[in-house]
């Protein structure tokens, strides 16, 4: 079983359409969630940071995380062409290891469509 | 500030032959990452480094090696390429272990 489980997709939507996107974790160590977004043939940028459970906002974006369930989401509300992009969630425990080590997920393909 | 450079940005390379992908950051960060991303499978980390002159391996080191005698530059090298190391290969950095990375824009490798 993998650490973190993303649904692929590909995800397709229309201009204006709340978007949802999801992973799972089995490590109850993971204390810190980070949304990036990574635009074709770029790099990853973050996107939203979270520390533990609870809600972020940010414009049209709120991060979701709920330890209880090992599950944190991404809602997109108001989607826009400019938000078709690969995203990847990941994930860190406390501060356990010496390097700060990410663990990702696969990554969900979105397409928003005018 | 550039942020985080990579070079180059695509590279061929035949069975057997070897590479240095190249990256630099100017944001005086210590920490360093190299990781590879395929298809499907998220990003795996290389190898890392927590400042000049110490480096690790990470999830999938082998068939690499690193280097890191400044702040600024982490050169990730391949010695043998092997199809298996047909990638897209990211370099990150963050100020400390807690902080955000910072991602360059990528090498795309084929090996052939």
């Known amino acids: 079983q993998k650490e973190v489980e993303q649904d692929p997709g590909p995800l397709s939507v229309p201009e204006g359409a709340i978007v949802s996107l999801n992973c799972t974790y089995s490590?109850?160590?993971?204390?810190?969630f980070m949304w990036y977004r990574q635009y074709s043939r770029k790099g990853p940028e973050l996107l939203m940071y979270t520390y533990s459970s609870g809600n972020k906002e940010d414009g049209r974006f709120t991060a979701q995380v709920d330890k209880s369930s090992k599950y944190i989401s991404l809602f997109i509300r108001d989607s826009q062409p400019s938000d078709s992009a690969t995203y990847l969630c990941a994930m860190r425990d406390a501060g356990g290891t010496s390097y700060g080590k990410l663990t990702f997920g696969q990554g969900t393909i979105l397409t928003v469509h005018p | 500030n550039a942020g985080v450079t990579q070079t180059p940005k695509f590279r061929i390379l035949k069975i057997g032959q070897s590479m240095t992908l190249q990256c630099a950051q100017d944001?005086?960060?210590?920490?360093m990452y190299w990781y590879r991303q395929d298809p499907g499978m998220g990003l795996k980390l290389i190898y890392y480094s927590v400042g000049a002159g110490i480096t690790d391996k990470g999830e999938v080191p082998n068939g690499y090696n690193v280097s890191r005698s400044t702040t600024e530059d982490f050169p990730l090298r391949l010695e043998l390429a092997a199809p298996s190391q047909t990638s897209v290969y990211f370099c990150?950095?963050?100020?400390?272990?807690?902080?955000?990375?910072?991602f360059g824009p990528g090498t795309r490798l084929l090996v052939l």
């Open positions: 490590n109850s160590a993971f204390q810190y």
């Open positions: 990150a950095s963050s100020y400390s272990r807690q902080e955000t990375q910072y």
């Open positions: 944001m005086n960060h210590n920490y």
